[in-house]
């Protein structure tokens, strides 16, 4: 059977990359550019300066990519680009490089939401075992998602304000953590004891999550501490943070699997790096008999990979788009 490469974008933060994909499962090359450090300066992404260094390196990453590869465009069989959510600027100009190749090259053009390429970046792990439940932790969102086959999506819940990678990021900041916080919250609360009294959020019998609350108690408690002469203990509320925010996590999503009878679970974002989030799941998927899978870390975080591997499974269901495709800050995933 003759095999399907998939050359994909991604450029919806700050994170220049592209993918080839061979038949949704294996990368044969894969290259990021990351702006963190530029961006760590502002203590968080800035679009604007996002958006201009977009322009700088994707040709250079494009180059590499095919060189790294030892492919040519005319090896490729479609065009595979996040076309959304994100920062709109960003998206932009990754889409018409996109565009542009398309045309050029006279290549399908494959719209995939952000997403869907989270959620396949597992299959570049292990072939994807359906009905499944994937729960999407990231700097942007927090959903439950349900599929019983590729490409169908049922979103059973999301968050109703804060992601809780960005709950993550400001709860960083109140503890004195240069950005990106995350990884370090997540290191320090190993490090601790969970010694402060935190709210659960949003314990109720929805899919939903809500992580405002618990990132307004902790801006709270350390004012008030402060206010009162007390020293802070920053491993300890890290420590008290990140096990509510697991404990709810892991509370609504292994609901979820039993009532919807599932018993494959994968996790998916940039918080599926998280030590915490990992070693808890493992704990009660093993107990529950649940099937799970993580992405490698190198998957975690925004990468063309995963583009590639979402991209592929579109394009099998007959999934186009012509050039008058545009980049869209929201939308939902279907």
């Given amino acids: 059977m003759k095999k399907t490469y998939i050359l994909a974008i991604e450029s919806s933060c700050d994170e220049t990359s592209v993918s080839i994909i061979c038949d949704g499962k294996e990368e ?15 203590g968080g992404v800035v679009p604007e300066v996002a958006s201009r260094m977009h322009i700088e390196n994707i040709t250079m990453v494009l180059e590499e990519c095919l060189e790294k590869a030892n492919m040519k465009m005319e090896d490729v069989d479609a065009i595979a680009i996040t076309y959304g959510p994100g920062l709109i600027g960003s998206l932009l100009i990754g889409l018409q490089a996109a565009k542009t190749l398309a045309y050029l090259y006279g290549k399908p053009l494959i719209p995939v939401h952000h997403i869907a390429g989270h959620i396949y970046a597992n299959n570049l792990v292990k072939p994807m075992e359906f009905p499944l439940i994937s729960l999407v932790v990231s700097g942007g969102h927090t959903e439950l998602i349900y599929m019983k086959d590729h490409y169908s999506f049922e979103k059973l819940g999301s968050t109703l304000d804060d992601a809780v990678g960005e709950a993550y990021d400001k709860v960083a900041r109140v503890l004195g953590l240069h950005y990106p916080g995350g990884p370090l919250v997540d290191k320090l609360a190993h490090e601790g004891k969970d010694t402060y009294s935190l709210p659960l959020p949003l314990d109720d019998d929805s899919y939903n999550f809500s992580f405002s ?39 609504k999503t292994m609901r979820a699997l039993r009532e919807k009878n599932v018993k494959h679970l994968i996790i998916a974002g940039g918080v599926a790096a998280n030590k915490g989030l990992r070693e808890k799941f493992t704990e009660l998927c093993e107990k529950e008999d649940i099937e799970l899978t993580v992405p490698a870390m190198k998957y975690c975080t925004d990468n ?29 995933l279907q």
């Fill in 213 to 251: 609350g618990i990132k307004s108690a902790v801006i709270n408690l350390s004012h008030n501490e402060h206010q009162r002469g007390n020293e802070i203990i920053t491993e300890n509320l890290a420590c008290s943070f990140q096990n509510r925010v697991v404990e709810i996590l892991t509370k």
């Fill in 304 to 332: 063309a990979a995963m583009i590639g591997a979402a991209g592929y499974y579109a394009y099998k269901i007959g999934r186009r788009a012509d050039l008058s495709l545009n980049s869209k800050a929201t939308d939902r």
């Fill in 28 to 42: 044969i090359a894969t290259v990021v550019l990351s702006q963190m450090d530029t961006h760590a300066n502002f």
